[in-house]
């Protein structure tokens, strides 16, 4: 009888250890996600600091360009109110580089564009925030498989509650500068 007892006893010990450890396992997980988000939001934001440089360096050289230049303007006021929003999904981010590769397509037609020295920064520049973004994005991904296993797997779905987080996907993602040096 006594043995019997002490088996219960130890027994919900063990379900108590792996309740806590659970409850605290979606936690962390669910900090991970969060601090995912404030540091792709913070590469995006960088992004965002660095277009309208970009843009005035190739409106210099293309001035009839004056659409393109309007309709990135357009995407990135879209994608910085998204950021600021309390619940955003990154939605406006795919609009957003399908116009910036056709700036940097544009500035493919204009060779002394290509040599300037400030759009060949800023590019580079463009290129570095683009593989901080991609990696914060993995990262993301990868919080967010854990959150989403977690919460759906029994039995930890008894402990962790919450609602299922989306993957960070964009339509598009730019890609670096291709360089030719057959020249």
């Not at 050289?61 to 950021?83: D, T």
């Not at 500035?107 to 290129?127: C, G, M, R």
């Not at 008894?158 to 890609?175: A, C, P, R, T, W």
Request: glycine letters at 4%; charged letters at 25%.
């Amino acid at each position: 009888m006594i043995q019997l007892v002490w088996f219960f006893v130890i027994l919900a010990l063990i379900l108590l250890i792996w309740g806590i450890s659970t409850y605290n396992r979606g936690i962390t997980v669910r900090q991970n996600i969060r601090e995912c988000r404030a540091n792709i939001d913070v590469q995006l934001k960088r992004r965002h600091d660095l277009i309208p440089q970009l843009v005035a360096v190739v409106r210099g050289y293309a001035q009839h360009e004056q659409e393109l230049f309007e309709s990135i303007a357009e995407a990135r006021a879209k994608a910085m109110v998204e950021i600021e929003s309390a619940r955003h999904q990154y939605a406006s981010e795919g609009p957003l580089v399908r116009e910036l590769k056709r700036m940097i397509a544009l500035a493919e037609a204009y060779p002394q564009l290509k040599a300037n020295d400030q759009f060949l920064a800023l590019q580079k520049e463009l290129a570095n925030t683009e593989d901080r973004i991609a990696a914060a994005r993995r990262f993301f991904n990868a919080n967010v498989r854990s959150w989403n296993t977690l919460r759906a797997s029994f039995p930890s779905s008894m402990i962790v509650s919450g609602e299922e987080v989306d993957y960070f996907e964009v339509d598009g993602v730019l890609s670096a500068p291709s360089i030719d040096l057959s020249r």
